[in-house]
């Protein structure tokens, strides 16, 4: 800043108040003082002094681009914008940007009515701030016919083009005010930026909770937004029977709708069940410990403070003692390591509650911590939950992982199956997923069975591993010949060119014909396979996922300027939109919960959509500092006519 900024040296309001008004005079009309005297000076007409008037040019200062990339100035220094505005689109554009920060943030929509006032209040100078009239009203308004409605308009605009593929994501819960939803979210590709988006659709209010029910409101919500359903090729949810049922359900009557759409259970969800069942071949007095240590210490401040003491005492870090948590998946490892971690404090407290406080409750979570398995046993199911929350954590992402659920399923059985079955068999089973769990000839000795590298006592876990195993195949079902051929979204397997023709996606999803022809398909897969990758730089390694990976290759184009592998684009894209989770609906939910709350639960549907798709949009543009509403929202009429 050095370089440029110099201190402005002109007189100041005081002197210029009491100094006579000097003006510079051309130099040309200006005598010399050495010949001319004063008496002459002042004798000379001014008109005769100055001679003609010189018309000075308006200098206008032009905003340098430049300087919004110096690194000095990238904190404050933004282009004004007056000139190209007028005070009345400034003061509606900053009324939009102060709506969404409310959304982006969940603030009450009654605290408009104070920051509006505030405002005009603390910038008394500002135009645009004197032009702000913002209230509750008008707020949720904005939310609902500009700001929402723009963000939800542009997604519904994008999906509604025949061929561009998505995969929608479906689940139903009850809100605070017990009303009946189901939430909507789309996976879709985007074609600028060559990146899968998940993305809020809808919430939808529903009487009917039955398959036919819900499977009606998801067409309705469809044809309201004029989405064609034959531009859905994936489909997931939960497990449940209404949803994932093999005859009567929303899985069923959509196969009927539309026979080429994939359709996939969650996979958090059928690895979280299998580990609950899992748990039911361990001692229930490990399970009845965790729940009740969350309950003695979850009511009452007293307990909680008692207990720091016992924690300062023996120097262990003082963490509070978790809750299980009935809609979490796998909540039970946090609680599991968490008793581990406070293990001799809990018992030292628990012994002196018995005596200070009894209770049957404390008598029987004494009794149980002071049994020699039971540390054990916690130990064991530590490293278990290891296994599976890392499954589960893969993929609760949003990026496309479905190329890797069969191979990441295959893994994790072959990982618990040689915990106590013999190496020697696991090697000869070409299909980990029709191996023999059950069958005693392949376990090994029971004082070999692996249980985790600090559960030293050797104890009879089979039956946990027997029920997880066999649960775990029961369900994921990779019948559909989809598992087998998404491989080729695998980067490497693309590159070593397995798989020679991709006619086998062509069968599988034959909605693909319409859009492009198989030979082009071909020729491209073909081509890229030949590639000098290193020269592209296309080393698999230097990507951390296919979506990636494939970005940069839908990028490259020939000396033409035309882009290389447009039409194996369309068919790779609609793989890298199919679903493996319900997750991103889950997340929704939790915005849900945090949205209608005991305090504010008479917010409408509406609203509440309005609200959820706001706040995703103007987080999507990078916050409230840089979102910039578009023409499109500023010309929007903000009161539309309800009659």
């Known amino acids: 800043m050095e370089k440029w900024l110099i201190k402005d040296n002109k007189v100041t309001k005081q002197q210029t108040d009491s100094t006579p008004d000097l003006k510079r005079k051309p130099e040309n009309n200006i005598e010399d003082p050495c010949t001319s005297s004063s008496s002459s000076l002042k004798s000379t007409s001014k008109t005769e002094f100055e001679g003609p008037k010189v018309k000075k040019t308006k200098r206008f200062n032009k905003f340098n681009e430049l300087w919004l990339k110096e690194p000095d100035f990238a904190g404050w220094l933004r282009k004004d914008n007056k000139n190209t505005k007028d005070g009345h689109e400034l003061a ?29 209040n603390i910038f008394p100078d500002s135009t645009i701030a004197k032009g702000i009239n913002l209230h509750r009203t008008k707020a949720t308004t904005i939310l609902k016919n500009v700001l929402g409605n723009s963000f939800l308009e542009d997604i519904n605009d994008t999906l509604g083009v025949e061929g561009n593929f998505f995969s929608l994501v479906m689940d139903e819960t009850t809100d605070q005010s ?27 209010e529903v009487e009917s909770g039955t398959a036919s029910g ?42 009927k709708d539309i026979p080429h759409i994939a359709l996939i259970k969650c996979s958090c969800h059928m690895i979280n069940l299998s580990s609950s069942k899992a748990c039911l071949k361990l001692p229930r007095t490990v399970e009845d410990l965790l729940r009740s240590l969350g309950a003695h210490f979850s009511r009452s401040s007293q307990r909680q403070h008692t207990f720091k003491g016992f924690q300062e005492f023996f120097q262990v870090d003082i963490h509070k003692i978790f809750t299980l948590a009935q809609t979490r998946w796998l909540s039970l490892k946090a609680c599991v390591d968490r ?54 954590i893969m993929f609760q992402a949003e990026t496309p992982l479905l190329y890797k659920l069969k191979p990441e399923v295959e893994n994790l059985l072959k990982t618990l199956s040689s915990n106590y079955l013999k190496m020697a068999y696991i090697k000869t089973c070409d299909d980990i997923l029709k191996a023999e769990f059950k069958n005693t000839e392949h376990f090994v000795d029971l004082e070999k069975i692996y249980i985790g590298i600090t559960a030293t006592e050797s104890i009879n876990m089979p039956g ?45 999803f034959p909605i693909l014909n319409n859009f492009v022809t198989r030979q082009k398909v071909d020729d491209e897969w073909r081509a890229h396979a030949m590639l000098n990758h290193s020269q592209y730089g296309l080393n698999t390694n230097d990507y951390d996922s296919a979506e990636n990976y494939w970005a940069k290759v839908f990028s490259l184009k020939n000396s ?63 916050g409230s500092l840089r ?17």
């Open 560 to 622: 033409a300027g035309q882009f290389l592998f447009s039409s194996l684009k369309h068919v790779l894209s609609l793989l890298l939109v199919l679903p493996f989770s319900n997750a991103s609906v889950e997340r929704k939910f939790s915005v849900l919960r945090n949205l209608k709350t005991e305090n504010r639960n008479r917010l409408h549907t509406d609203t509440v959509v309005a609200l959820m798709a706001t706040r995703e949009g103007i987080l999507r543009e990078g």
């Open 464 to 508: 946990f591993y027997i029920e997880l195993t066999t649960d775990i195949c029961k369900r994921f079902d990779f019948s559909d010949h989809l598992f087998d051929l998404i491989s080729i979204v695998n980067p490497s397997i693309a590159q070593q060119f397995e798989i020679q023709s991709l006619a086998q996606v062509f069968q599988r």
């Open 214 to 255: 819900l499977h009606e409101c998801l067409k309705d919500m469809l044809k309201k937004k004029h989405i064609p359903i034959n531009n859905m090729v994936g489909f997931s949810s939960d497990t449940t029977n209404v949803m994932a049922g093999e005859h009567v359900s929303v899985f069923a009557n959509l196969k």
């Open 92 to 120: 509606l554009t900053a009324e939009l940007k102060l709506t969404g920060l409310l959304a982006e943030h969940n603030v009450p929509l009654r605290f408009i009515d104070t920051l509006g006032a505030l405002c005009t």
């Open 339 to 392: 008793v581990l971690e406070q293990y001799i404090p809990l018992k030292a407290y628990l012994t002196e509650a018995v005596f200070s406080d009894p209770s049957k409750t404390t008598e029987e979570m004494l009794a149980t911590m002071n049994n020699q398995f039971t540390i054990v046993y916690l130990e064991f199911m530590s490293y278990v939950l290891t296994l599976l929350t890392d499954f589960n």
């Open 178 to 204: 017990t009303i009946k939803q189901c939430c909507f979210t789309a996976i879709m590709y985007n074609n600028e930026n060559n990146k899968v988006e998940t993305v809020f659709l809808d919430m939808v």
């Open 627 to 643: 979102f910039v509403p578009s023409n499109k929202m500023v010309n929007k009429k903000i009161w539309t006519d309800t009659k």
